[in-house]
């Protein structure tokens, strides 16, 4: 009766392994095609008035300023400046969603890296191992 039910539990174990070795390898497969697409983010955001716009690529850094002529008409650089900073985070905060939107295309649900492009939370890329391992460790006790 214990071969039995080791045997049971084994063919349980394997075909769980069989699962999550299949992600990863669908996951290791698209991650090439990921980089790619990742590296080709770019987005553009003009100010209000479109005098201002800025493109910035996938981790919002600037790659492109396009200033009308009109604004050099300006004499507040204060206020130029405050416009243009605006401008370049409003496209990075653009990027920044379509780089979250990419990777959750990705990654399986519950993965937490897109938690974690949302706010940093280094906790959230743990998250779905830790409850694995719980889930695990209450079926053996």
Do not use: C, W
């Amino acid at each position: 009766m214990t071969q039995s039910a080791d045997r049971d539990a084994n063919r349980a174990l394997r075909a769980r392994f069989d699962e999550v070795y299949g992600q990863y390898e669908r996951l290791r497969s698209n991650l090439d095609e990921l980089r790619r697409r990742l590296a080709a983010v770019e987005v553009t955001a003009s100010s209000d008035d479109g005098r201002i716009t800025a493109t910035v690529g996938p981790r919002g850094q600037l790659v492109k300023l396009v200033l009308d002529p009109r604004v050099h008409h300006t004499h507040d650089a204060e206020a130029l400046a405050a416009r243009i900073t605006g401008t370049v985070q409003r496209a990075a905060r653009q990027a920044g969603t379509a780089v979250r939107e990419l990777v959750a295309g990705y990654l399986p649900a519950g993965s937490g890296a897109v938690d974690f492009l949302d706010g940093g939370d280094f906790g959230a890329l743990l998250r779905r191992g830790d409850a694995a391992l719980r889930e695990e460790a209450g079926r053996g006790a």
